[in-house]
């Protein structure tokens, strides 16, 4: 099993910034992929950005120029730097890991509160 605790949410006003961190314990050998979701009240959970072993990076449009991921395989952990924050990003965020001791390959943490306000 693969075990992820974030941290770092809280308030910030519009234009702020936030670093979320994600720690990764267990099977940690067995993680490919590692990414960051977030889910705002009443919508479906999306993907916010993901990164590979290797280092390579996506990102949903809405966040691209302001929001960084980034990876540590040795500590194995995955952090998410957002800068000029706005009210819709205001979510839970929850970090993910692709590993086959996963449910459907995928492990999810617990989530973290980012509320944003204008």
């Known amino acids: 099993q693969v075990h992820l605790v974030e941290s770092g949410g809280g308030l910030v006003q519009a234009g702020g910034s936030l670093r979320l961190s994600c720690a990764a314990s267990?099977?940690?050998?067995?993680?490919?992929?590692m990414g960051w979701y977030r889910q705002a009240p009443g919508k479906q959970r999306e993907l916010v950005a993901t990164?590979?072993?290797?280092?390579?990076?996506n990102y949903v449009d809405s966040v691209k120029g302001r929001f960084t991921i980034s990876r540590d395989n040795a500590k194995n952990t995955v952090d998410l730097r957002m800068n000029s924050l706005k009210p819709e990003d205001t979510a839970v965020y929850y970090c993910?890991?692709?590993?086959?001791?996963?449910?459907?390959?995928?492990?999810w943490g617990q989530g973290t509160q980012v509320t944003v306000t204008s």
């Open positions: 990164i590979t072993s290797g280092g390579s990076t």
């Open positions: 993910s890991a692709q590993s086959v001791w996963c449910k459907d390959n995928v492990c």
């Open positions: 267990g099977s940690t050998f067995s993680i490919n992929g």
